[in-house]
Each structure stands twice: as structure tokens, then as C-alpha cells.
């Protein structure tokens, strides 16, 4: 029995086409009616409760303009705005990733709640059946922002949003958030790191986000981030790529390199102008991996047998946020040359 992980990603209700991607359906669609943001609350208007239980029987109804006129509250207008205009973009692709690709391509016009969650279900869809905690806990990093530490020299990944609720609430919910408020001292929560000995808890405490990632050059995180990528780049391009995490970069002919964020794109632009780097901006390069195409012919012919360098970086506040949609773009690929 294989284990099954990330239930908020709505991967069961999802099915597969010939190619193995994924195909909206009603069910999937309905979910997001269920979440906070667009539940009416208690003092909802008719016209919201009315379009909200319109939509949850028929997720794909298409709306007039008149339709969320009658949303009484502004900001809630402008949330099924947001939602209608995700659903009608998902709609007009056969599938998740056909809709995730064209969004860098034609210009993202959906709120990033929306992209992540395409990230997340897809993610989800190509790590389907592994055991294996850390593919899981660094895949969440694909959509997840994370808070970053490097004390001892480890990098240490926590989800941010636990962290802020920790932060707010000391891990007690809103009794916690009540007793904060109240000036009242709460212990401090222990997250602990993903090790081999707490790895089979992962699949029981997933949902909670709760488990550090060790992403230092050669711990399980950092080989784990790879793997995930390797399989994100298959599944996409349909290449096969071998990537491996690295301390630095050692290469005279130094051809091509990608940012999985905006901080490390800057970086390792400067590293490979040859600008000077600080130490503390080295030092926010969390990651760096190298990738290599087991096709050569994969990769346009002036990169052909050269190594394509990654890197991963936190910003100034050591929140991290990975853009892998950066690897369907930026990827020296041969069709895309």
C-alpha cells in the first residue's frame, strides 16, 4: 500500500489523460468553493449565497457581468473574481500543466494563490506512489514559501506560514492567539528536522507542514530538491536530466545557469560576469545545483555536453520563494532554440 500525502491538493478528485497529465473536473473545481475565501460567512448577502450555491452545483457555469454585480461585499466580489478567472483559465487548457505553462508564456493573470496550487496538484501528481519523506518535504518547496536558516552552517528550510503561526499563536490555534494578544509567555514549538529516524512520521503529520528540510551540500534535503527537479523537468519537457547539488561553481567554460528565484538569478548573474559577491550575498545562495542532459542532444547545440548550473536563494529576511516555472523557460532546450 503505497502512502498518500497532501490531501488539500485535491489530487484525487483530478484524472490523468493518455500522457499522464492532469484533467480539471467538476469536483476539483467545486473544492475551491469550499475554501475560506470565498465561503459565505454569516452575514453574507443573498446575492453571494445565491452564486456560491449556483457554482457549487455547477462548477463550469459560465457568469455574466451582472452575476457578481449581485456579490454585495466588495472584497468578496473581488475574490470570485479572482477565483472565476483562474476557473475560465484552467477551462480553456486540455490540462493542469498545458494551463501552468501557457501562464508564463502568455502573462500570468491569476493571483499566486492560484499558481500555486496548480504547482502543488501537478507536483503532487509526479511524486504519486513514493515513499520517500524527503522527495515529499522538498517537494513542497515547488509551492510553498519558505523561511530559511544558516546557524552552524546548515540551511535549514521551514514552511513560512507554520513559522507565522507559531509566531501568532505559540502552536495553540486561537487560544494561543488569544494568550499572545493577552501578553501571556507560551512555549516556544520544537520543528524538527527530517531525519531517517522521524521520516516515516512525515506521512502522518504532512498536513501540518511541520518538518524542517536539511538543504547543506550533501544531506538527504539538498539530493532530495534534485531528484524532485529532475522528475519536474521530465515531466514537463520531456527530457531526461540528471541534477546533483554542488558547493560552488568550478568551471572555466561556464556556459548557462538559471535562477529559481529573482535573488539567485542576480547572483549567479554577477558570479558569472565575474562581479564581486559578498560573503552575504554568497551566503543566500542556499542551493546550487548542477544539471547535465543525458541526451546532449536534448540541449541546443551551443550548450551541447555543457553543464546547466541552478541555484536557489532566500531574500535579505530569509524567506524563500522557488519559481520552477523558471525551468520550463530558461531550460536550453533544443526545440525551444
Known amino acids: ?87 475560465d483559465r484552467v477551462l480553456a487548457h486540455p490540462t493542469l500543466e498545458a494551463c501552468y505553462a501557457n501562464l508564463f508564456a502568455a502573462g500570468v493573470d491569476i493571483a499566486p494563490v492560484f499558481v500555486d496550487a496548480l504547482a502543488e496538484a501537478i507536483t503532487r501528481s509526479i511524486l504519486d506512489g513514493t515513499e520517500d519523506a524527503w522527495l515529499c518535504r522538498a517537494g513542497e518547496l515547488l509551492f510553498r514559501q519558505q523561511r530559511v536558516s544558516t546557524e552552524g552552517g546548515q540551511v535549514l528550510a521551514a514552511d513560512a506560514a507554520t513559522i507565522e503561526a507559531f509566531e501568532q499563536t505559540g502552536g495553540f490555534g486561537n487560544l494561543g492567539r488569544l494568550m499572545r494578544q493577552q501578553k501571556v509567555d507560551l512555549p516556544t514549538p520544537k520543528m524538527d ?3 531517517h529516524e522521524n521520516a516515516p512520521l512525515y506521512f502522518l503529520r504532512d498536513a501540518l507542514r511541520g518538518f524542517l528540510l536539511d538543504l547543506t551540500p550533501g544531506r538527504e534535503g539538498a539530493a532530495a530538491l534534485a531528484a524532485v527537479l529532475e522528475r519536474w523537468v521530465g515531466h514537463f519537457a520531456g527530457v531526461r536530466v540528471a541534477i546533483e547539488p554542488v558547493e560552488r561553481v568550478e568551471d572555466e567554460r561556464w556556459r548557462w545557469h538559471v535562477g529559481l ?41 551551443d ?27 530558461n531550460l536550453p532546450l533544443a526545440r525551444a532554440g
Open 261 to 301: 528565484d529573482v535573488d539567485s538569478t542576480a547572483i549567479l548573474n554577477a558570479l558569472y560576469r565575474g562581479e564581486g559577491v559578498g560573503p552575504g550575498e554568497r551566503e543566500r545562495l542556499a542551493v546550487l545545483f548542477r544539471l547535465e542532459f543525458r541526451d546532449p542532444a536534448d540541449a541546443r547545440a
Open 193 to 195: 528536522v527530517l531525519s
Open 1 to 87: 500500500m503505497t502512502q498518500d500525502f497532501w490531501a488539500d491538493s485535491g489530487f484525487h478528485r483530478l484524472e490523468r489523460d493518455a500522457n499522464g497529465h492532469l484533467v480539471a473536473t467538476d469536483a476539483w473545481i467545486a473544492a475551491f468553493l469550499e475554501r475560506e475565501e470565498l465561503q459565505p460567512p454569516e452575514d453574507a448577502g443573498p446575492g453571494e449565497r445565491h452564486l456560491h450555491a449556483r457554482l457549487s452545483e455547477r462548477p463550469r457555469l459560465r457568469l455574466e457581468a451582472a452575476d457578481l454585480a449581485s456579490v454585495e461585499d466588495a472584497d468578496a466580489r473581488e475574490n470570485w473574481e479572482h477565483f472565476l478567472r483562474f476557473r
Open 303 to 329: 550548450v551541447a555536453g555543457r553543464p546547466v548550473y541552478l541555484g536557489l536563494a532566500f531574500r535579505p529576511d530569509h524567506t524563500l520563494k522557488m519559481k520552477p516555472q523558471n525551468l520550463l523557460l
